[in-house]
């Protein structure tokens, strides 16, 4: 049984800057396109930075030149979070199992396998 455990999220300022870790466990290969959404109050959830098996890196628009997504080993995943603003505001959301290639990454109905999410919350 796979689970993934997010951790590393709080409370900043804006411009300020956090890291989320992603930890997987009971797996027994490389889980496919895995990274990380995000759900705001209010609204859907939305993708915003994934990594396909062959390193290849998916992002939003709205998070380019300010959040990194690495992956750390085998399975764990990690997403810095620089420049952030109160439009981050979320609670983000580590999933994994995806397209072999996160071929239509953005749909989150794509992903096997997801955590419990941790919350974010840039202050103005």
């Known amino acids: 049984q796979v689970q993934l455990v997010e951790s590393g999220g709080g409370s900043v300022q804006t411009g300020g800057s956090l890291r989320l870790s992603c930890a997987a466990s009971?797996?027994?290969?490389?889980?496919?396109?895995m990274g990380w959404f995000r759900q705001a109050p209010g609204k859907e959830r939305e993708g915003v930075a994934v990594?396909?098996?062959?390193?290849?890196v998916f992002d939003d628009d709205s998070v380019k030149g300010r959040f990194i997504i690495s992956l750390e080993g085998l399975n764990n995943m990690s997403l810095q979070m620089d420049s952030l603003k109160p439009d981050d505001t979320a609670m983000y959301y580590c999933?994994?199992?995806?397209?072999?290639?996160?071929?239509?990454?953005?749909?989150?109905?794509?992903?096997?396998?997801w955590g419990q999410g941790t919350q974010v919350t840039v202050d103005s």
């Open positions: 999933a994994a199992g995806g397209d072999y290639w996160c071929r239509n990454w953005r749909a989150s109905s794509k992903y096997k396998y």
């Open positions: 990594m396909a098996i062959n390193r290849e």
């Open positions: 009971g797996v027994s290969e490389g889980l496919y396109c």
